[in-house]
C-alpha cells in the first residue's frame, strides 16, 4: 500500500469507528421583559446561522470530530444588552460531555446568571457568566 494512501485509511477507520457529538443550546431565560435569546453558531466551516431561542427553546446539531480531533465550534450568545462568545465544543469541553462512549451529547444552557454545561440535563456545571 502507497503512504499516499495512508491518511485516507485512517480517516476512513475515524469516520466508521467515532460516533456521532451533538450539541445541544437551550435557553432558560425569560423572554420579557428583556427578550428572545439569540444564538449565533460557528466551526471554521460551517456557520450555522443566527437562531432565536424562546425560553424553554432548543438548538441542536449533530456532526463528527474530524481525523486530528481539532474540531471546534463556538457560540455567540445574545440576551438584551448581554452578550457572551465561547466554545461550545472542543477537546478540553468534550470531557464535561461525553458519557464515556464515542455517541454523546453536550447540554449547554443559558440561564439568568450564566452559561451551564451538562452530559445528562440534571447535573450542570458553571462554566461561564454574562458579559
Not at 502507497?2 to 432558560?28: A, E, K, N, Y
Request: glycine share 6%; with cysteine; charged share 25%.
Amino acid at each position: 500500500m502507497s503512504w499516499v494512501f495512508l491518511p485516507l485509511v485512517i480517516m476512513i477507520f475515524r469516520l466508521f469507528s467515532s460516533g456521532q457529538i451533538t450539541i445541544h443550546v437551550i435557553s432558560d431565560v425569560p423572554d420579557k421583559p428583556i427578550g428572545h435569546l439569540q444564538v449565533h453558531c460557528k466551526s471554521g466551516d460551517d456557520d450555522l446561522k443566527m437562531r432565536t431561542l424562546n425560553d424553554g427553546g432548543e438548538f441542536n446539531w449533530t456532526f463528527f470530530d474530524n481525523i486530528i480531533e481539532t474540531t471546534l465550534y463556538f457560540c455567540h450568545f445574545y440576551w438584551g444588552s448581554k452578550n457572551r462568545v465561547f466554545d461550545v465544543f472542543n477537546r478540553k469541553i468534550d470531557r464535561f460531555c461525553s458519557p464515556g462512549n464515542d455517541n454523546y451529547d453536550c447540554y449547554w444552557v443559558a440561564r439568568v446568571d450564566g452559561f451551564y454545561i451538562s452530559r445528562n440535563k440534571k447535573e450542570w456545571t458553571k462554566m461561564y457568566d454574562w458579559m
